[in-house]
């Protein structure tokens, strides 16, 4: 089965959220959606999301599914605006519980805070399906960039998160908290064991150097024979050293703070104060 898929791109996180639509068909699911955050002011704003709802009412379709492919770390879901808007359950992975309980102990959360994954409807783990209409859709357990990273493959597609970017930029970061270069090699060759033939769509683009329009969309031949750090049979060690030396060079996302205390609430902001004030954390030389 082909699934149609619509891309949505947001050019200040460069997250790209995906509807995915039986082919002949009114169910759809949403892959990684984007809330607006301003981090000067603190301010949300749901631009980017209203895109997604307005597609989904113009071509009168059934949001079934809103998928995480795992706890981001560069911008906040927005999965319960979009659970609002358009009904649906939330999914992500069911190791969840171990950012939860990495990420509530970084924040000081306090026993309040639930590290059971239950602000999520749906915890999926390694050989879960489940169905978008009459499509199923199938689950990989892809960790190395976050212990929770998931795959989602859903007829001839495969929705990676960020466990691999387009060939010529290469493939996503280890050094969050309980990340892993050797965890994510192993990842990587589950899904570059899919047919070569299936599309791959990646969770971030940058444009690589010398490339001038931005691009989501790749094939898993195309990964194997040209991802500039995986490719062309490119063995553990050479990844390893590769991807740790190029790690230790990289900063901190800019919206880390915010994203991580929201996305382990499957997108809610934390319990407001008794003024119904909301407010973040911003943990010292924690990360």
């Not at 959606?33 to 704003?45: M, P, Q």
């Not at 040209?226 to 050479?238: A, D, K, P």
Request: proline share 5%.
């Amino acid at each position: 089965m082909t699934p149609k898929v619509k891309a949505f791109f947001d050019p200040e996180t460069f997250t790209v959220s995906y509807l995915v639509q039986e082919p002949e068909g009114v169910a759809c699911a949403i892959i990684d959606s984007v809330l607006d955050f301003d981090h000067a002011s603190g301010r949300t704003g749901t631009s980017s999301a209203d895109q997604i709802v307005d597609y989904v009412r113009s071509n009168g379709l059934r949001a079934e599914w809103i998928l995480e492919s795992h706890v981001h770390a560069d911008h906040l879901s927005a999965a319960p605006y979009l659970q609002q808007e358009l009904g649906g359950k939330i999914g992500i992975g069911d190791q969840i519980v171990t950012i939860q309980e990495t990420f509530g102990k970084i924040f000081n959360e306090g026993t309040e805070f639930r590290r059971d994954g239950s602000q999520f409807d749906a915890l999926f783990r390694e050989g879960d399906s489940f169905h978008v209409g009459q499509m199923r859709g199938d689950v990989l357990h892809t960790p190395g960039h976050t212990p929770a990273c998931l795959t989602y493959v859903i007829g001839d597609a495969a929705f990676v998160g960020d466990t691999l970017f387009m060939p010529d930029f290469g493939t996503a970061r280890c050094d969050f908290p309980g990340g892993s270069s050797e965890m994510l090699y192993t990842s990587i060759q589950k899904i570059l064991s899919l047919p070569d033939e299936t599309r791959i769509f990646v969770g971030h683009d940058y444009k690589a150097p010398g490339r001038d329009e931005y691009a989501w969309e790749t094939t898993v031949g195309e990964q194997k024979a040209l991802n500039v750090h995986i490719g062309q049979g490119r063995s553990i060690e050479e990844f390893v050293e590769m991807r740790d030396a190029r790690d230790a060079t990289l900063a901190m996302p800019r919206l880390i703070l915010p994203s991580l205390q929201v996305n382990m609430r499957a997108g809610q902001m934390p319990p407001a104060d008794e003024k119904g004030d909301v407010f973040l954390k911003l943990p010292v030389n924690k990360l």
